[in-house]
């Protein structure tokens, strides 16, 4: 290589870094769903703070915290984590206490809130920053709109062999829950007794349990016109391509998901930590986060409703929110005797 | 200090750096996942062993030992299959093709190759639809009355794994078959053997170095392989690869994954040994 190529080479090294890490004074590591890794995003916090956000995306909050507990402290500054989870990661000594005062969170819809899950002896953890629901995503092109009103429909026979089923066992045992009659709240290793037949009689009518593309493949492909477990998380970003793709929540009730932000324990950076999460509960990081590219969901900030679109407002079904909270349950929050006992049978759905 | 002895002194000098590569790669890696292996979890907790207990589990528990069954039977169709369809275009490539376009005939052969795994198997799946190019044809051209489900099926994981392995095996098989003179033909022929026998009974044997070899690759990558049944099994049974991701992703229960995968290594070093003796590498 002669000197002017060796030249050329370093120049073009140099100055690929410095548009990257070494541009920005400071980096800030999250650990997060996919939502949070949209550029659009994360673009004005870093050129507001002049501050790298390195993430790393997670899926399930037993991966997350196993990801915590082999890093060193300091290593992380923040993470998402389900609502309904921080309170145990809190305990365990994973999350630090958020600065009191520091975070408003008088904007928050009531509802998911959770300000109970987040708050542990007195100190704030966690906040919600987004919500949605796992309930039934379809195809009313191809189903009968009525037929979706009841989860029994599911089991009828009717739509057999063009089901799929969304591959997380949380929410979609809680639905077959919500099926039998069992509340969220009452699904524990007893209750899962009575679901393992409805269970397996859903898997038998189902072609797939597949994960987020997988289902939104099959439901947009035709493959599918049922999803359990779906909801506008997953039909939001599909809706432009093919607006037969619908969701509803059954009168049966559906899951409400939500996703908190937190602070990591043993950050270094405390400050910036909270800057970040002020940032994504701001109107502006709402309405971002709310149509994020990897999926769409329910700010759980109401004045993120001044900076969405009309538009992006009917696809998440902004005005219908009042109705739709009031029908649908909290994720079920088991033990970890009943989390083991869950995860056994949802293997042996997939195994069986 | 004798000749023997200095060359000796070289030898071990450089194959050193490769024996402490592997050292620290992976016979340590595998003693810790041997370990972990031996250990179990309570709670959120990782309980050291030694107890045997994993094992003891993973034979007993049907939803376990299922997998490995799943990936065995998976494994030895895409295999055969590979091997089936591989051996004929590699013959037709080095024998049949003229020989100033055979580098276009492995050129077309591996483009496949050019594209990402993820992706190729994602455009199978779009193939294999419902409403993909070959149920489109096929109902089309009133062959089929309806659509025939193979997505989400083991038959559509087979076929993308198929697709992969018989270029693999195309390479391996071709460059043994360009090595062979052709004076082991002639001198069959000139005893009195057919074209299909001089195939069967001097060719085939001579290219089983290549044909192992590539079976072995195909053998041990199959086996290993987590996207492939991922995409287009549909979680309509489970490999052994994507019980590991599930106790890895989902669950934490790293004695079982390491478990698993100590299962999983124990099948590939059998496949080895029950392949060595044609495992030529230089032939190939």
């Known amino acids: 290589m002669t000197f002017r190529m060796q030249t050329l080479g370093l120049a073009a090294f140099g100055g690929l870094l410095s548009t990257t890490a070494l541009q920005a004074a400071e980096n800030l590591n999250a650990l997060i769903w996919c939502d949070h890794a949209d550029a659009a995003l994360l673009e004005p916090f870093e050129k507001a703070h002049d501050v790298r956000v390195n993430v790393k995306e997670y899926e399930g909050t037993a991966a997350g915290l196993t990801i915590l507990e082999q890093s060193r402290p300091g290593d992380w500054d923040v993470m998402v984590i389900d609502g309904v989870d921080v309170a145990r990661a809190a305990e365990a000594g994973f999350l630090a206490p958020l600065p009191e005062g520091a975070i408003d969170t008088s904007g928050t819809f009531r509802e998911v809130a959770l300000a109970d899950a987040m708050t542990v002896d007195g100190k704030l953890y966690g906040v919600t920053e987004k919500y949605g629901y796992n309930t039934i995503a379809y195809n009313k092109a191809a189903v009968d709109p009525e037929d979706m009103k009841s989860l029994k429909s599911l089991w009828s026979g009717k739509y057999d062999g063009k089901i799929a089923i969304y591959d997380y066992y949380m929410p979609v045992l809680g639905i077959v829950g919500l099926a039998e009659g069992v509340d969220t709240a009452d699904l524990d290793a007893a209750a899962l007794d009575a679901l393992r037949d409805p269970l397996m009689k859903l898997r038998a009518a189902s072609r797939q349990v597949s994960d987020v593309v997988g289902s939104q493949t099959a439901l947009a492909t035709g493959e599918v016109d049922v999803l359990v477990g779906g909801g506008e998380w997953l039909t939001a970003v599909l809706n432009a391509e093919n607006p037969d793709l619908d969701w509803t929540i059954p009168e049966e009730g559906g899951l409400v998901w939500t996703q908190s932000i937190a602070m990591v324990e043993g950050t270094e950076k405390p400050d910036l930590a909270v800057e970040f999460i002020k940032y994504i509960l701001s109107p502006e990081g709402q309405a971002r986060l709310a149509t994020s590219s990897c999926y769409w969901g329910m700010p759980a900030n109401k004045a993120a409703g001044e900076v969405l679109t009309d538009d992006q407002k009917s696809v998440l079904r902004w005005d219908e929110q009042e109705g739709y909270l009031a029908r649908a349950q909290l994720y079920p929050v088991p033990d970890a005797e009943t989390d083991t006992a869950m995860q056994d049978l949802w293997t042996d759905m997939l195994q069986n | ?284």
Request: glycine share 8%; with cysteine; charged share 15%.
């Open chain 2, 1 to 284: 200090m004798s000749i023997e002895r200095t060359e000796k002194r070289l030898g071990a000098g450089l194959a050193a750096p490769a024996l402490l590569w592997t050292g620290a790669f992976f016979v340590l890696p595998f003693a810790a996942m041997v370990w972990m292996s031996l250990g179990h979890l309570e709670g959120r907790t990782v309980v050291p062993g030694p107890d045997l207990g994993t094992y003891a589990r993973i034979f007993t528990d049907p939803s376990l030992y299922k997998g490995i069954r799943v990936s065995l039977e998976i494994t030895a169709t895409v295999t055969v299959l590979s091997v089936l369809l591989a051996w004929p275009l590699a013959w037709i490539i080095a024998t049949r093709v003229p020989a100033r376009w055979r580098r276009l005939a492995l050129l077309l052969a591996v483009l496949p190759f050019w594209t990402s795994y993820v992706v190729r198997s994602y455009s199978w799946a779009l193939v294999l639809g419902e409403k993909g190019v070959i149920m489109n044809a096929l109902t089309g051209l009133g062959i089929l009355a309806e659509p025939v489900q193979i997505l989400a099926t083991r038959a559509a994981t087979v076929i993308g794994f198929t697709h992969f392995f018989v270029m693999l095996l195309t390479l391996t098989i071709y460059s043994n078959l360009v090595q062979l003179s052709p004076n082991y033909a002639r001198a069959a022929e000139d005893l009195g053997a057919s074209r299909w026998q001089v195939i069967r009974l001097v060719i085939l044997p001579l290219t089983l170095p290549g044909v192992m070899t590539g079976a072995f690759l195909t053998f041990v990558l199959c086996i290993g392989d987590y996207i492939t049944p991922q995409i287009l099994g549909g979680n309509n049974e489970l490999s052994l690869p994507q019980l590991i991701m599930l106790q890895l992703g989902r669950r934490g229960d790293y004695p079982l994954a390491s478990g698993l995968s100590v299962v999983l290594m124990v099948m590939v070093t059998l496949a080895y040994a029950a392949c060595a003796r044609w495992l030529k590498m230089e032939r190939v």
